[in-house]
Nanobody, 114 residues
Framework: QVQLLESGGGLVQAGASLGLSCTAS????????MAWFRQAPGEERVFVAA????????YYADSVKGRFTISRDNAKKTVYLQMSTLKPEDTGVYYCFTTGGGYWGQGTQVTVSS
């Protein structure tokens, strides 16, 4: 069993920056990719960003390219999402996901006011 704990959400104004973190614990796989998804009210959960185990490859949704940066610290089993130039459409619950077993975190709310 793997637990993912996200933190760092909050309420910010458009144009601001915010950082999220997600730490894995429990029986994690030896090597696993990690990703962020988000879900806006009344909408489906969508992909935001992902990073490979070694950190050599990262992937982003077109809507966040150039504004969001994903990074990870494998020693801490933690993945980060640095968000800048936030827009109201970035509002939603942000979920952490690991490919090592397909586990989800409980989510953290990000609200961007205009």
């Amino acid at each position: 069993q793997v637990q993912l704990l996200e933190s760092g959400g909050g309420l910010v104004q458009a144009g601001a920056s915010l950082g999220l973190s997600c730490t894995a614990s429990g029986s994690t796989a030896s090597h696993f990719g990690m990703a962020w998804f988000r879900q806006a009210p009344g909408e489906e959960r969508v992909f935001v960003a992902a990073m490979s185990w070694a950190g050599g490859k990262s992937y982003y949704a077109d809507s966040v390219k150039g504004r969001f940066t994903i990074s990870r610290d494998n020693a801490k089993k933690t993945v980060y999402l640095q968000m800048s130039t936030l827009k109201p459409e970035d509002t939603g619950v942000y979920y952490c996901f690991t490919t090592g077993g397909g586990y989800w975190g409980q989510g953290t709310q990000v609200t961007v006011s205009s």
